[in-house]
Every structure is written in structure tokens, then in C-alpha cells.
């Protein structure tokens, strides 16, 4: 058995944005992964990874993203075929903007397409976060939610599992900044403390609960006020080189606020379209990398949808 090749374009996805650390993420519009696949009689068979940083990337698909996500979503539809896939990476892995994510999202919501989307999208964000546990150490949706769900997405429990999606605002631009420096998720996580003190607990409770209202409302100025985090980026700071001149330099060119995305190295600065302008946000990180003799990729984009067929 086979079938006509089916693709799927899953975005990268920006999480913990200041103070929600595994509960908030963002779905953005560029760059993104591109996930291929046709039925085949049994099995998940990965016959193709290409794009930035495939190189690290395993074909066994018990041990690659797309392919555990995948596999979690035949078997809870109990297919009775296998998938083969091709995987076009656009985001490189380690680089905080969900690369594991959006293949693991991507493998499930193919796996889901070929089955007759029998699912719904919260389980479907499931089974991709069972792939995220296996590849990254630690159950966390933050990203996968956001690239199922597209938009700004909160995941008020794991236990039982709830997340929701609100619209950002439409002025609301985001420049990604990916020095070139690789930070593995799992490095990332084991830097950071097991407690936080009341104090944090109040500070970061404050902050996302006002980040929640200004993305609904669409208070920009709210929203760069409310991204902040007092326990996780200060921990990993020393993972990215220039981390702290960089959110300056986005700052001194009109970012609302500049942070570190995910588990890093990735710096995302959100800005007001309608005012300010993202390239200079972009170049201005950029020749500060450059002049510490450093590479580093920008986009100027947006928040976008979930997985979409293309
Ligand atoms: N919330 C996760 C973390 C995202 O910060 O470890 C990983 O990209």
C-alpha cells in the first residue's frame, strides 16, 4: 500500500515568555519545519532529513520527534498502515525556538491527516508531547501546544491536561535573533533550581497574569512590561554569550522587551509594528554578534498559525 506524499508546514514557537515558564508559548510565522509523509503497509520508516542541522538529527524513528509523535497517533487511532516521512528541517535543533517541537507537532498532526484527523487537537498536542519527554527531557507542551494550536497558548494543568489558545494582537512583531551557539534543552533544564522562594512565586504570578490580559486586550506597552522572569533566564544567562547586551542592544532600537526564548540561545524581542521597525531590532543584534566575532541569524516575523497542510 501507498498513497500520495501529504505536507505539513510546522511553525516555530516561542515558550515561557517571561514568567510562564512550560505554560505559555507563541506560534510564529517564520521559519518553520516542513514534514512530508504517505502511507505505507506498516510501520514509521524516516527515509529523508534534510535542512540546518540534520546532520544530528537520528532517522530511527524511535528516537527521532517526528516518528515518536507519529507513532503515538496511530496507535491511539489504531491505524492499520504505517507512515513514510521526509523531514525538511527550517529550524536548527538546540536553538530555543522549538525545533524538536514543531517536528514532533508536525509528525502528529501528519500521522493525524492520514488517519481522518479522528483526534482532537488537545490530543493531538499530547502526542507530540510525549515526543518532546522522550527527546528532550521533560514532559513540557509549551512549545508543541503553540504549533498545534497556533497563537498565544496557556497550559493552565498537566494533570489533568488543559491548554487554551487566545489571538496575540495584530501590531504585535517579533524578531528572532539564534547567535550561533548550540543549547541543548536538556543542558538548559538541568541548570535550573528545583524551588522557587514566595517571592519569585508572587513577582512571576503578577506578571503573567497581567501578560494574559494585555495579550487579550492588546496593551503592547503592558505586554513588554509584563515579560519578565526572575528565576529560569537568570539561571541559564551564562548558556548564551552576549545574551544581556543583546536584549539591550533590541531595547535601545524600540523593542518593547527582549528576552531569552525557551531553553536558549535563541533572543526574541517583540515590538510594535505599527511604530517601530523590526530590521533595525534585527541588525542591531546581529553587528553586536558580529562584533564579538560571532554568526547569528535573524527573522523579523509575527505570530502565526498552528500546523497547517501546504
Ligand atoms: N519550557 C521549556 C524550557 C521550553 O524552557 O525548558 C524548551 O524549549
Known sequence: MTDEWIRIAAPATTSNIGAGFDIFGIALKEPYDIIEGRKIESGIVITEVSGPGSDSIPLDPSSNSVGIAAAEVLRRCEADFGIEIKIKKGIRPCSGIGSSGASAAGGAYLAHILCGEKLNLTELVLCAAHAEDVTSGGFHADNVAPCVLGGFTIIRSYEPFEVISIKPPEDLGVVV??????????????????????????????????????????????????????????????????????????????????????????????????????????????????????????????????????
Not at 503578577?206 to 494574559?212: E, I, Q, R, T
Not at 541559564?236 to 547586551?245: I, S, T
Request: overall charge neutral.
Open 177 to 310: 535573533a539564534m547567535p550561533d551557539v548550540l543549547v541543548p534543552t536538556k543542558e538548559s533544564r538541568a541548570v535550573l533550581p528545583k524551588e522557587v522562594g514566595v517571592k519569585d512565586l508572587v513577582f512571576h504570578v503578577g506578571n503573567a497574569s497581567c501578560l494574559v490580559y494585555a495579550m487579550m486586550s492588546g496593551d503592547l506597552g503592558l505586554i513588554g512590561r509584563s515579560v519578565k522572569d526572575a528565576v529560569f533566564e537568570p539561571a541559564r544567562a551564562h548558556l548564551v554569550p552576549h545574551l544581556k547586551q543583546a536584549e539591550s542592544a533590541a531595547m535601545s532600537h524600540g523593542a518593547l522587551v527582549s528576552f531569552l526564548g525557551g531553553s536558549g540561545p535563541c533572543i526574541i524581542s517583540f515590538y510594535d509594528k505599527g511604530s517601530h521597525n523590526g530590521d533595525q531590532i534585527a541588525d542591531s543584534i546581529k553587528s553586536l554578534y558580529a562584533e564579538n566575532g560571532m554568526k547569528c541569524d535573524t527573522w523579523v516575523t509575527e505570530c502565526g498559525s498552528g500546523c497547517r497542510r501546504i
